[in-house]
């Protein structure tokens, strides 16, 4: 694509990488087919190529942003099937990142959607917070139906639906789990902060699983948060860099106590923003070097998995999982075989459900700012996930399993939970009596 920017704006380093990411962009349309915004809405505008000329219109000119290239970002799911697909490389993700933020610095929003955004800023990412408001949103989760009927409530709406009836207990524990056996590995394990509320299970069954197999665990070393990826994503710039440069320090601090191996991540959201706060910190001369090496540690924990000697389970009969991949997983982390390989490894009989290339409509807060759109991806996914007849649906991120066990009776669970019960641990919280593995064999590592 041809650009024409100033050497002035080009001077901008922002400006200068969205000009390099525009010119890869060679008009095809091959990404449309994959876009579950164009798929749903049939809108050039609402595909990454039509997004992509919008961002280019609005940087080029230099110009504030407008209500229509707010309209059609917002409904941008950041999901990056986009860069999946797209046969020259374009970095969709960088660019809508940047379009993000000066959509944030320039547009003045309607006044409930600022403090919507603002709200859901301020308490996501810190679960006290958050779970004061999950325990307040099961007293106005009555109201919801009524507050659809008006459009600029149904985001509450839509939050208040997907709010849990019951919040699990805390599990604020910090400082290091020894491994069992003989140690073969140190890995920092991130809490992150919605996972942490809505199912501690996922991270207790990961600590588990790793110290069974050698792997000391640290947990909430001071100074861990959020990843920020949250806010990034709302184009609050600021606020995610300083989330990063957090967790870059503690992270940093652990590295020079004991040595770390690899940063586990067990909400592939978080994963993709961790990997890629190298590039999100490469401005700032006191981070750049420090944020590129924690970067290159952040592992999916199943990418991690799969490098440590697992013992061969006992299980019988194989029950049928229907794996859903997140689309930070597959398209933003490109982790695919991995969590497949270790289910099916584990006696798992893995089906795949029709269309995995398209969003669930989760996407981070998604689900509450574009309620519509999003039911339409859930509804598209349950069917395509029922149709696969299994018992259990297994994902690797706790905003898809919000979002699709809010419309299916299969359970679902995080393939680390999955993992944890088939190599010796106990059976998921989330998963009935009805469904058995038979028993597990100790591990063999022990
Ligand atoms: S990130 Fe997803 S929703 Fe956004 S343009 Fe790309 S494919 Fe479409
Ligand atoms: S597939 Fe890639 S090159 Fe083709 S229009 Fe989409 S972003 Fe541009």
Request: glycine share 8%; proline share 7%; hydrophobic share 40%.
């Amino acid at each position: 694509m041809q650009t024409s920017f100033t050497p002035q704006q080009l001077s901008d380093p922002h400006v200068a990488e969205s000009e390099a990411i525009l010119r890869k962009c060679v008009h095809c349309g091959f990404c449309t087919a994959t876009c579950p915004t164009y798929v749903t809405l049939g809108n050039e505008l609402d595909s990454p190529r039509g997004r992509i000329y919008l961002i280019k219109d609005m940087l080029e000119n230099g110009r504030p942003a407008d209500k229509e290239i707010v309209t059609h970002i917002d409904r941008c799911l950041s999901c990056l099937a986009c860069m999946t697909t797209c046969p020259s490389g374009v970095h969709y993700m960088h660019l809508v990142d940047h379009a993000r933020a000066h959509i944030e610095k320039t547009y003045r929003r309607p006044v409930l959607d600022r403090a919507l955004r603002a709200m859901l800023a301020k308490i996501l990412p810190y679960p006290a917070r958050f779970r004061a408001a999950l325990k307040l949103a099961a007293l106005g989760r009555p109201f919801a139906p009524l507050m659809r009927r008006v459009p600029g409530l149904r985001p509450v709406s839509a939050m208040l639906a997907l709010a849990p009836r019951a919040v699990p207990p805390t599990d604020n524990a910090s400082g290091s789990i020894a491994p069992s056996g003989e140690r073969r590995g140190r890995v920092a394990l991130l809490t992150g902060c919605a996972q942490s509320v809505l199912d501690p299970g996922i991270n207790a069954a990961t600590a588990r699983l790793l110290s069974r197999l050698g792997i000391e665990v640290v947990r909430n070393p001071a100074g861990e948060g959020c990843c920020g990826a949250l806010v990034h994503h709302m184009g609050r710039e600021d606020e995610a860099l300083d989330a990063a440069r957090r967790n870059v320090d503690a992270w940093t601090r652990e590295i020079d106590k004991g040595g770390l191996d690899a940063i586990i991540i067990t909400t592939s959201g978080c994963g993709t923003t961790v990997k890629d706060y190298g590039h999100m910190l490469r401005l700032d001369p006191d981070y750049a070097e420090k944020a590129a090496r924690i970067a290159a540690l952040a592992r999916d924990v199943t990418e991690y998995l799969v490098t440590l000697d697992l013992p061969v389970p006992a299980i019988e009969p194989g029950v049928a999982v229907a794996y859903h991949s997140a689309c930070s997983m597959q398209h933003g982390q490109k982790v695919t075989r991995q969590p497949r390989e270790l289910l099916a490894k584990a006696g798992f009989i893995v089906r795949e459900p029709r269309e995995g290339h398209l969003c669930c409509g989760s996407a981070g807060t998604y689900n509450i700012l574009q309620p519509e759109i999003s039911a339409k991806l859930r509804d598209r996914k349950v069917k395509n996930i029922e149709a696969t007849e299994a018992a259990i649906v297994a994902t690797g991120n706790i905003g898809c399993m919000t979002q699709i066990g809010s419309a299916t009776a299969i359970p679902i669970v995080h393939t680390v939970e999955l993992l944890d019960w088939a190599f010796g641990g106990p059976r998921p919280q989330r998963l009935p009596e009805t469904i058995s593995i038979g028993p597990a064999t100790m591990m063999a590592a022990e």
